[in-house]
């Protein structure tokens, strides 16, 4: 274990992020450090106006932990700054999950340890399905999109009394996340607003909402692919070393959940750990850091010996 | 890494020790479990086997052997009472010069822990309490047949083979290394005079103290809660520490202290430090060093 001062330090700042074309979509990451290689994937989805998820949220984890691995945080496709899928039928998770997968190899980096959270955490579990070769560990991180158990996003979340592509409309769906409103840091919402600007995020929105990509494509195939991603969970097929974190206060996904996950996983694959984290919501990695990181770090390493 | 045995004298009573890891670093006190004279398996410092040294990489740790285990005096039956015990742990913290310990408790020792977190909150930096069966809140639960019909005469090495068969997923942690130290450690002056205190039926019928603390631990945590970053780990076969029984524990402690965690780790019983000892390590090393990262912190 290399020695890591777990904790964020404030004011340390993101390196600049790089380009790369991944199968014709220009992917925007960030990359630091040396040693395993630790991949985020962050949640949401393309689309969504009253909020914006990009590599950047995963800032008080990157830093800390680029002393001791190779940290890359990615924009999933359509999402931050990579391009948007090219066709309408490609707004879905198995085109989020294919252009991941691809990532990791047009990086040359695999098998890398991945790190998902939310409708990433789903991804990454895919991806460790999909292309067992990519992955050498997984860690699944408060995944509504995974979990058997019903999630109330939408009691929490619908509806945000601010306009669209407002500061305050993320800042009301990012607190209505967390246990406390406090993490839900200005930087953060920077992060959001360049995100917003962008032209092309417009026109994910119109894709998604207004020409009915979402309802089209994306919620019935992503309820398909779930019903097929639990089941290979039940058969054992998930076979990396795996942890899963979660939030006892996500007011989204349902504690029970992971219960359940874990025990799909843990039937087959002895190196499964849960980890449940108190005073927290969605965003375990940002309401805990250094305990976030420190069990990552750990996790990581001992799947790498 | 060797591990050093050694002995203190605290208030006249004789304390075995087992130390490992560096000298610098926040200090780690490992406390084992079982309740001496009635527990099938003679619990002592020997039961931590290959944690010790993964425990030990970054951090000293001392191992010790609680009154009437191992090679540790008894003193009087009244050592055997949870409060007493207790008020012996902070004794043998002031003779070792540790101000402030993390301390990791498993079953008995992890109750033990919890009652120190809520006693002597200024002496603890963390508590991590491992798949312990008294701790959580009871209701009208099931009687523990777990342990039923242990074979006679208790102690023998296949006496206590049998008990970690029972309490365990995996068993190629029953070795004799193991073996030979509960054989030992049953055998030895402290372990007899906890069978012979024992006897004493008004004794045993106070069950160690635990139930008489369970009211005082409740409205403790009912009212100003934890102060002591805590984290309960238990396991996915654990045929005691009941995991919804650890959840809801979670639950109790988690109300006013945010550094609260609860961790599953996956095949193992009740010896999850013995029968996972990576993934163990990984959950516990990782708590302890998240700690430490904050009071590094906070000092700066």
């Not at chain 1, 840091?185 to 360049?194: A, F, L, S």
């Not at chain 2, 007493?84 to 020792?109: E, N, P, R």
């Not at chain 2, 009211?215 to 009212?223: H, Q």
């Not at chain 2, 100003?224 to 639950?251: I, K, T």
Request: proline residues 7%; neutral net charge; charged residues 20%.
């Amino acid at each position: 274990m290399p020695s890591l001062n777990f904790a964020p330090v404030a004011g340390q700042k993101l390196p600049a992020p790089k380009h790369i074309d991944v199968k014709g979509i220009n992917t925007r990451y960030y990359d630091a450090g040396e040693g395993e290689p630790i991949v985020f994937m962050y949640g949401g989805n393309f689309g969504s106006s009253d909020s914006a998820s990009s590599a950047p949220v995963w800032s008080l984890n990157f830093l800390p932990l680029s002393a001791g691995f190779r940290v890359i945080a990615f924009d999933k496709i359509g999402q931050g700054f990579t391009d948007n899928p090219v066709r309408n039928e490609d707004y879905t998770m198995a085109s989020v999950v294919r252009h991941g997968a691809a990532f990791i190899e047009a990086m040359k980096l695999p098998p890398v340890h991945l790190v998902g959270h939310s409708r990433g955490g789903y991804g990454c579990t895919r991806i460790a399905l999909d292309y067992p070769h990519l992955v050498k560990s997984l860690t699944i991180v408060s995944s509504g999109t995974l979990s058997p158990r019903v999630s109330p996003n939408e009691v929490v979340l619908s509806a945000s009394p601010y306009p669209p592509y407002s500061r305050e409309s993320a800042r009301w769906i990012y607190e209505g996340y967390s246990y406390d409103p406090k993490v839900v840091t200005e930087e953060w919402m920077d992060n959001v607003m360049e995100v917003f600007a962008q032209p092309k995020y417009k026109v994910s929105v119109q894709k998604m909402v207004e020409e009915g990509a979402g309802a089209r494509y994306f919620i019935p195939e992503l309820a398909k692919e779930k019903r097929e991603t639990l089941g290979w969970l039940r058969e054992g097929r998930l076979q990396r070393p795996t942890q899963i974190v979660w939030g006892q206060n996500d007011p989204t996904v349902i504690p029970e959940g992971c219960f359940d996950i874990f025990d799909m996983i843990a039937a087959h694959n002895r190196r499964t750990t849960l980890n449940i984290f108190n005073h927290t919501g969605h965003f375990s990695y940002r309401e805990h850091p250094e305990r976030f990181n420190a069990l990552l770090a750990h996790f990581v390493q001992n799947a790498s010996a | 890494m060797t591990a050093m045995k050694s002995s203190i004298t605290v208030a006249g009573r004789k304390v075995s020790i087992l130390r490992a890891g560096p000298e610098s670093g926040e200090p780690v006190l490992l406390v084992h479990g079982g309740r001496a004279g009635v527990s099938p398996i003679a619990y002592g410092s020997h039961i931590w086997g290959p944690a010790l040294p993964l425990l030990a990489a970054g951090r000293p740790v001392i191992a010790i052997d609680l009154p009437g285990a191992g090679g540790s005096d008894l003193g009087s039956p009244d050592m055997l009472m949870a409060e007493k015990v207790c008020q012996h742990l902070l004794g043998v913290m002031d003779a070792l010069s540790l101000g402030k310990a993390h301390l990791i408790g498993h079953d008995f020792g992890g109750y033990l822990g919890l009652w120190l977190a809520i006693s002597a909150p200024s002496r603890l930096h963390s508590l991590s309490i491992i798949a312990s069966p008294m701790a959580p809140p009871k209701g009208d639960g099931l009687d523990d047949v777990t342990l039923l019909a242990t074979p006679k005469p208790m102690w023998r090495r296949s006496s206590q083979t049998w008990a970690f068969e029972r309490l365990s997923y995996g068993q190629g942690h029953i070795d004799d290394g193991l073996l030979d130290a509960c054989v030992e450690a049953a055998k030895g002056k402290s372990h007899l005079d906890a069978v012979a205190a024992l006897q004493d039926e008004q004794l045993r019928f106070r069950d160690f103290g635990i139930s008489a603390l369970k009211g005082k631990i409740w409205a403790a945590l009912r009212g100003d809660g934890m102060s002591v970053p805590s984290q309960l780990v238990w396991s996915s076969h654990d045929p005691q520490a009941a995991r919804d029984a650890g959840y809801v524990l979670f639950q109790v402690m988690a109300k006013k202290q945010k550094a609260t965690y609860f961790h599953l780790i996956n095949r193992a019983g009740s010896f999850a430090f013995r029968e996972q000892p990576k993934e163990f390590a990984q959950v516990v090393v990782s708590f302890l060093d998240s700690v430490d990262a904050r009071l590094a912190a906070q000092h700066t």
